[in-house]
């Protein structure tokens, strides 16, 4: 790929290559990850000719060649006119946003439910492939914590993830430590809340994903502010902060809705102590906790912390205490 790379620098020399506007100023022209290759130029003939002149010697070279049945090329700005002239001299696949590219979608414009539908059915077909006959209450509650909450947490440090989404996650993994299936289901012995409160607080620390999602864009604008050797960042600093505080600056109007959001997490970290954003290495777990606050402590929480029982019995033995507080409360 080395040499892919050069025939592709080549390009800044070549008067009839023009860039896309939003790369000139970094030289920009394309993107690489293993066999994925994202090529950028302006949307005219001569420009994409170039890019294709390009990629043929490198083809020419190694023997590698693009497989076009999987190659799309995605046309904006200009008039159909010109846009049809490209796909039909080049024999490609037009292609619309958002794509997905590493896993996720790629779109300047808001996140909607249905483009988020592969995550969602990713999990349910977790749950769906394991066998809940076999698994206690507690066992359940570990895959939830260790595999599922882990299969979202890839999609919440790129996106503002929707609120239905969210609440779509926390209903199939609801429906699984009660019922042990997935679909829908209104059993629940414990609100899902308190089951996410913190073990001396009489939850289980089960991962709030709302809090979650905005503690993981916290760390993305704390990469702006300091990792100033990566590409996006870069690219988001040349045409957007041009040297400005990133947690002072206004959000720029022109942006796209990823790239608001992520200025927007400023004011996530002004509501919390502002020296976790001012540390050299950035904890999205220690944001997490300073969102989330500190709750009261249960008198009964040494049953459950670091109690060497087996995970079944501290299940039944924390349901029994909550129920025990809810006789409680009510004759109070």
Partial sequence: MEYLNRCLLQLRKNAAFRFHPRCKRLNLIHVCFADDLLLFSRCDVDSVSQL???????????GLKANQAKSSIYLGGVSMSVQDAIVTKFNLIKGELPFRYLGVPLSSKKLFVIQCQPLVKKIICRIENWSPKL????????????????????WSRVFVLPQKVLKLIQTAC????WTGKS?????ALIAWERICLPKTAGGWNVIDLKVWNQAAICKLLWN?????????????????????????????????????????????????????????NFSIKRMYNALRGDFAKVGWRKLICNNPAPPKCLFVTWLF????QLVIGCLE
Avoid at 54 to 62: G, K, M, P, R
Avoid at 183 to 187: E, F, I, M, N, Y
Avoid at 255 to 278: C, E, L
């Fill in 52 to 62: 294709f002149e390009a990629f043929s010697l490198f083809s020419a070279a190694s």
């Fill in 135 to 154: 698994l206690s209450y507690a066992g359940r509650l570990q895959l939830i914590k260790s595999v599922l909450f882990g299969v979202q947490t890839y």
């Fill in 174 to 177: 609801r429906v699984f430590l």
């Fill in 183 to 187: 679909g829908t289901s209104k059993r």
């Fill in 224 to 280: 702006l502010a300091n990792k100033k050797d990566v590409l996006w960042v870069k690219w988001v600093h040349e045409y957007y902060t041009k040297g400005r505080n990133v947690l002072l600056m206004d959000v720029p109007a022109q942006a796209s809705w990823v790239i608001k959001k992520v200025f927007g997490a400023a004011k996530t970290i002004s509501s919390v102590n502002g020296r976790i954003f001012q540390q050299a």
């Fill in 321 to 324: 205490m909550l129920d025990c």
